[in-house]
Each structure stands twice: as structure tokens, then as C-alpha cells.
């Protein structure tokens, strides 16, 4: 299979603190990108990182990038409990895979 | 932003029937489109990879003849789940690859199979 995987599969957080995920893939990239889908919803878009680039910021995300190790991490820090969703890393290069995916929990 | 629609969001129809879904990209054109299937609390899969034009390219263990993919023009892939079974319930999400911005995918607010 070439999704890849990220852990943890699921988090549980106060509200306020921080969270990480990391993902880890198999293949070449020429981008990952991160997703976040509430239950039963559509994809929403949060960040795209390229392969040249090692750290990306938007608003409360910070994405890191390591292509030697194949991995990625998404941090968003101080949670809200609007933040519960599915998040979905996915690497982009001829196809378009994504990762397991890790369930969050901000709990109010 | 642009905006990739599907059609119908939601099917039930019975076992044995086919079921086309559409994906269009509204508001620009898309080379490739890709095919995913997302059973519940589990990460979408790719199916399989639509190119404007060609034959489309499945995933391993994604059986071609079952789900149909045809890509005729630049805003228009379809998927046809032929024959459908209960087991082929599931959220089928498209996505379509900016032509003018390779690196920009637009998705689909997906399409919920139900197989009686």
C-alpha cells in the first residue's frame, strides 16, 4: 500500500494545550499536504509544505518536513474545541495518497 | 476558490444495480481527477487516477471492470460502480488537479453509497 501512516490514531486534549501528529510515508514527494474532514464531511485544506521546504506556519499550524526521514508532524497549538476533526496528512507526486489519518478530541 | 462538485451527494439504490457518479470542477479545468473511497472512521483510499483523454490507472486491488472511469473532457470524470453490492457502500470522494497550478487539488464534497 502507499498511504502512509500517521500516529497517533487518536488524540484527546484540554482545551488550550497543544497538539501534534506526525505522519511518516513511503514514496518520493513533490509536496505533503495536511487535511482535516469533520465527521461525515468533506476535506478541508489546512497547509501544503513542499519537498524543499522543512517548516511552514499558518495561523496556529506549524507543518514540519523531513525528507530524510520520510515524515512530517502538524502541531496546532492552543487548541479550541472547534479543532475536533479527522486530520489527514497526504503526499502528493504522481498520485495523491493519504495517511491514516489522527482523530482529535479537544475537549472544552 | 474553486469549487469541485459531485453528483448526487447521496444513493441508495439495490443490489445487483449501477450507480454513475459525477465529479466536475467547476470553475477551471483539471487534467487529472482522482477517485477515492472512505469507509467510516478510516482514511480516504485511492481508487484510482483519471486522466482527460485516457484510460485511467487503478490502484492495487481496485477491480477496473467494477468501478468504471470515464474522463472525457477537462471538467468531467465519472465513476460507475457497476453491479453493486452492500460491500460497495461507502463515501466516494473526487478530487480534481488544477491544470494552470499542478500543485492545487480541489475536492469534492464526496457522494454516500448505499447498496441494499
Known amino acids: 500500500s502507499q498511504q502512509g501512516e500517521e500516529d497517533p490514531q487518536a488524540l484527546s486534549i484540554q482545551e488550550g494545550e497543544n497538539a501534534t501528529m506526525n505522519c511518516s510515508y513511503k514514496?518520493?514527494?513533490?509536496?505533503l499536504q495536511w487535511y482535516r474532514q469533520n465527521s461525515g464531511r468533506g476535506l478541508v485544506h489546512l497547509i501544503l509544505i513542499r519537498s524543499n521546504e522543512r517548516e511552514k506556519h499558518s495561523g496556529r499550524l506549524r507543518v514540519t518536513l523531513d525528507t530524510s526521514k520520510k515524515s512530517s508532524s502538524l502541531l496546532i497549538t492552543a487548541s479550541r474545541a472547534a479543532d475536533t476533526a479527522s486530520y489527514f496528512c497526504a503526499t502528493d507526486y504522481n498520485q495523491f495518497y493519504f495517511g491514516t489519518g489522527t482523530s482529535l478530541t479537544v475537549i472544552p | 476558490g474553486a469549487v469541485v462538485s459531485q453528483h448526487p451527494s447521496w444513493v441508495i439504490c439495490k443490489s445487483g444495480t449501477s450507480v454513475k457518479i459525477e465529479c466536475r470542477s467547476l470553475?477551471?479545468?483539471?487534467?487529472?481527477m482522482f477517485w477515492y473511497r472512505q469507509f467510516p472512521k478510516q482514511s480516504l483510499m485511492l481508487m484510482a487516477t483519471?486522466?482527460?483523454?485516457?484510460?485511467?490507472?487503478?490502484e492495487q486491488g481496485v477491480e477496473k471492470d467494477k468501478f468504471l472511469i470515464n474522463h472525457a473532457s477537462l471538467t468531467l470524470s465519472t465513476l460507475t460502480v457497476t453491479s453493486a453490492h452492500p460491500e460497495d457502500s461507502s463515501f466516494y470522494i473526487c478530487?480534481?488537479?488544477?491544470?494552470?497550478?499542478?500543485?492545487?487539488?480541489?475536492f469534492g464534497p464526496g457522494t454516500r453509497l448505499l447498496v441494499l
Open positions: 514514496t518520493s514527494i513533490n509536496n
Open positions: 483519471s486522466n482527460e483523454g485516457s484510460k485511467a490507472t487503478y
Open positions: 470553475d477551471f479545468q483539471a487534467t487529472t
Open positions: 478530487s480534481a488537479r488544477d491544470i494552470a497550478n499542478q500543485e492545487t487539488q480541489y
